[in-house]
């Protein structure tokens, strides 16, 4: 199956500093990529959908000055979580689909701790 | 609203034993029904798919079932095993606009298997 590669695993930084969080499509092109939050015990909840060469967009509720998507290129987005404050800690899991397959290959996830 | 929901919450078997998750869905317009499993502090990893004309479809031992008029489905676990405890995830697909499908995550069942 198509591989999508996260980095980093895990990331521990100070508040109020920057993170950036790497999604990668290793052996497919993906024009879309999805980024989800996942809280412990709860399932992923979709933050932004991220598009190639364009603005992304973001679900409701989700501050887009707060998390930066950059898409640009077909193999890569960045999710930048800014000014990081506890209350961001979470795991944070990106996803993405070859083209023509209706299946989405989810990344391993980056574990965020703010501290 | 789109919804999924899975039972049990969680559940613990033994090694060796079967055991069966449910998920209900109220998802408009259906496009598919996946099962993932996710271990703990991991991505999501697709066990099954399944569109509107599949009844079943197996995957060593996991087998799914989608009944689409009662709008549900099941994932039916053979002679579990300790590396089967993970948090199965039922997810359903919309089809959605500008070629992309929204996916509604149900909150998943815990499973553990325990000697």
């Known amino acids: 199956g198509a591989v999508v590669s996260q980095h980093p695993s895990w990331v521990i930084c100070k508040s109020g500093t920057s993170v950036k969080i790497e999604c990668r499509s290793l052996d497919f092109q993906a024009t879309t990529m999805f980024w989800y939050r996942q809280f412990p015990k709860q399932s992923l909840m979709l933050m932004a959908t991220?598009?190639?060469?364009?603005?992304?967009?973001?679900e409701q509720g989700v501050e887009k000055d707060k998390f930066l998507i950059n898409h640009a290129s077909l193999t890569l987005s960045t999710l930048t979580v800014t000014s990081a404050h506890p209350e961001d800690s979470s795991f944070y899991i990106c996803?993405?689909?070859?083209?023509?397959?209706?299946?989405?290959?989810f990344g391993a996830g980056t574990r965020l701790s703010v501290l | 609203k789109n919804q999924v929901e899975q039972s049990p919450q969680s559940l613990i078997i033994l090694e060796g034993k079967n055991c069966t998750l449910q998920c209900n869905y109220t998802v408009s317009p259906f496009s598919n029904l996946r099962w993932y499993k996710q271990d703990t502090g991991r991505g999501p990893v697709s066990l099954t798919i399944?569109?509107?004309s599949e009844n079943t479809k197996s995957n060593g031992r996991y087998t799914a079932t989608l009944d689409a008029d009662t709008k549900q489905s099941s994932l039916h676990i053979t002679a579990s095993q300790l590396s089967d405890s993970a948090s199965y995830i039922c997810?359903?697909?919309?089809w959605g606009t500008g070629g992309g499908n929204k996916l509604t995550f149900g909150t998943g069942t815990q499973l553990k298997v325990e000697l």
């Open positions: 991220s598009n190639e060469g364009s603005k992304a967009t973001y």
């Open positions: 399944m569109t509107f």
């Open positions: 996803s993405a689909s070859p083209p023509g397959q209706n299946i989405q290959y």
């Open positions: 997810v359903v697909s919309a």
